[in-house]
Structures are given as C-alpha cells and as structure tokens.
C-alpha cells in the first residue's frame, strides 16, 4: 500500500502523512502551503510577518514533521492568491464560500498534474480537493476519506440556529452554493473507504447516508503525552468550556445551565476559553460566564491544571480533541454523545443528552460536589488517556487501512453501494 495523502491546512500536525512515512506507506504529501517549503517559507519569515501580520504568523505556525519533508509538494502560488481574494470576501459569508470551494477545485486539479507516481493509495479529508480524488478513481487507485466532523453538521446546524436566531445569525445553504459552482459529491460517489474519530460520525454516516457499516473504521485520535506531566490542582467549583463559543459547541446549553445552578444557589466559577463573537457574549443567559477570549497553547495548559471539570456540550463534532486533552490532565469531562469523546460514562466524567441544560447542571454538580468520585475519575481519566497518545493513534490507523485491503467489501464503488 502506496498513499498520496492530501490536505489543506496543519490537521492535527501533519499526523496522517507522518504516520503513513514512518510506516513506509507514504508516497507523496500534497498540500496547499507551509511555513518551511517554498515561497511559503518567504511569507512566513520574520520580516513578512512585521509586514503582513496576522496572516504571515498562523503561516509560520505550519511546520512540517522532519520525515515527510522530501515528500511533501505544496501549492503556495494558488494559495497566495486564495489569500489575497480573502481579503475582499471576508465580510460576505456566500462569496467567501465560494472562493474556498474554488481553491479546493484549483488544489485539486494541481495535484492531479503532479501525477500519482507508484501509489495505490489516495488519503483525502472530507473530499478536499474533490478533482484529484475523481482523478484517483480514473486511475483505479483506492480513495479513503477521513470524515472529520459528521456529513449532517450544516443541516443540524442550520436547525439550531433558526432556534436561536439571536445568539448565530443563519449561513447560507452551502449545498446550494456547490451545486451552483458544480461541485459533486465527491465524499460519497468517490469514497471507497471511510476513516471516522467516532461512534458519532460513523453511526451518521450509516443511519443518514447510507453507508454500508463493513466501509468504515473508527479510529479515534491522540493526544500529546507530554500533558501528562501537567499536575491538576483544582479549584473547586471551576468549570472549564475550552473551544470556541458557537451553538455548535453548545454555548448557549452551557449558558443556561449555569442559570439553573445559580437559581439552586450553586455559584460555580465557569470559564470559557476561545474566540467568542459578541453576539453570543452579550447574551443575557451568558452572564454566569466569564469569557478569557483565545487563549494561547501555553496558558490552555494553565487552565487545565486548575480546572475542576471540563464540560463540552457539543451538537456536532468528530472526536473533540480538548476532551483527549482534559482527561491526559487528569480532569474529569463532562460531554454529549455528539461531542465523539472517548470518555466512557460514569468512569472517566459523564455523558449526557445533548440540548438538555437540566441534565447538564445535574452532571456538574455530582462531580464537584462528590470530592471522592471526582478524585476517582480523576485517577481514571488519566489511565483512560493513557490509550489515546499519538502512538496508539499511529498504530490504529495503520491496523485499520491495512484492514480495508485484507477482505473487506470490493473497492470499486461509492460508500453507500452494496457490499
């Protein structure tokens, strides 16, 4: 097995494409730009970055692992230009849909021209780059496909906030916006195979589209084993919410279950750390939060070591990798189903319906007002996360690609075919 793995952006750092070399599956990594290769190194350096600012220093933040360097092509003249459109469409959701659908498009079609070499492989996420994975099936390669985040999130997201209008205005109907451009359904008609974080996304795919259970693998992320040197302390009664705050994470869930609990009298301190838009800041039932606003790599760690719980009541997620990080802390985490957590219930947190801010509020309180269990799921959180390192991670991935070639269903044919 030969893989081409293509990506936009830093993925969880490169993994998959590190994964695979270090495994000698790696054929070629495509992917748009970093901050080490080409002229995306020009643009990442200290002087562009005093001149371009924001931009040049998330660049410079895409460094690639040492092994997969040789094998690495970028795209930096198509993406620059991406870029500098950006700038003009930032403000208009539809035209900046568009232009990342149109750069898509253009990466893909590039890296069907740089050609296959001796793969027989193709590792795309979630159908980006759509051309080269039609060009992979031309050509009779196997096209597997990591679903990140379940394939029904825009309509359930469009349900919520036409509920809550106030706190997220409504998006445009992407669908429609793809079909307008000709963008075809490449996850699906393309995919032989695909990879899935969780339970979550692969009961989606099956029970929503269709796709036959013998094509999917649940292999569920890693995290860092350096944050199991990071020793909790908690203060008790701190709630931590580690993500942005959008109706997607479940912000407003959070909200209004810290408004039961200071009605109960129970004034926990809850601390919510990413970016927030001041719609949803400003929001009366928000006002037993404290927003820190983005918090940076190293003072994230800080908010673990003294938090008392995690909670992330998520909607729609692939596998919340803030909850790997929380139980490596040793914090027990409170989550929903949705949120695709390894935390099993009532060992390492708890886990309860999504939308039900009651039952929320009844998970907080038994976890910090019960110090012996708390120190228990503690304890366990930290073995728990023990299975979840980038090493194990490594080895699920690989077992589980070697698994699709050793009879499994016939290759030739979109996910939801019969096998």
Sequence with gaps: MKFIVAQTGARRGYAVPAILEKAGMLERFYTDITGDLALGKLFSSAACRSFI??????????????????????????????????????????????????????????????????????????????????????????????????????????????????????????????????????????????????????????????????????????????????????????????????????????????????????????????????SIASQKQCRYLTFLGRVPRAEIVREFATADVLVLPSLVEGSAETTYEALACGVPVVATPETGSVVRDGIEGRIVPSRDPKALADAIVEIIEDREKRACMSSAAREGASNHTLERYSERLVGALKSFALGQPARNGPLSSPP
């Design 53 to 278: 600012g924001k931009s040049a220093h998330s660049l410079a933040g895409r460094r690639l692992p040492s092994n997969i360097g040789k094998k690495t092509i970028t795209f930096p003249g198509i993406s620059l230009m991406y870029g500098v459109r950006r700038v003009f469409t930032q403000r208009d959701p539809v035209a900046a849909f568009r232009e990342s659908l149109r750069l898509s498009n253009a990466l893909g079609r590039a890296m069907t021209r740089r050609g296959f070499g001796n793969a027989t492989h193709l590792y795309s996420m979630l159908g980006e780059c759509g051309p080269l994975l039609v060009a992979a099936k031309e050509r009779g390669l196997t096209v597997i496909s990591e679903i990140y985040i379940p394939l029904s999130a825009e309509r359930i997201m469009a349900d919520e906030r036409k509920r809550f209008s106030v706190w997220e205005p409504e998006t445009p109907d992407y669908a429609a916006i793809r079909r307008e451009i000709g963008d075809k359904d490449v996850v699906l008609t393309r995919t032989d195979f695909a990879i899935c974080p969780s339970e979550a996304v692969r009961e989606d795919l099956v029970m929503n589209w269709g796709v036959w259970l013998e094509r999917t693998a649940v292999v569920p992320y890693g995290m860092n084993p350096e944050l199991f040197a990071v020793r909790n302390d908690p203060v008790r009664g701190r709630v931590l919410f580690a993500g942005t705050a959008e109706l997607r994470k479940g912000i407003h869930y959070l909200a209004m279950a810290a408004e039961k609990l200071a009605a109960r009298g129970r004034h926990y301190e809850f601390r919510v750390a990413g970016n927030v838009h001041r």
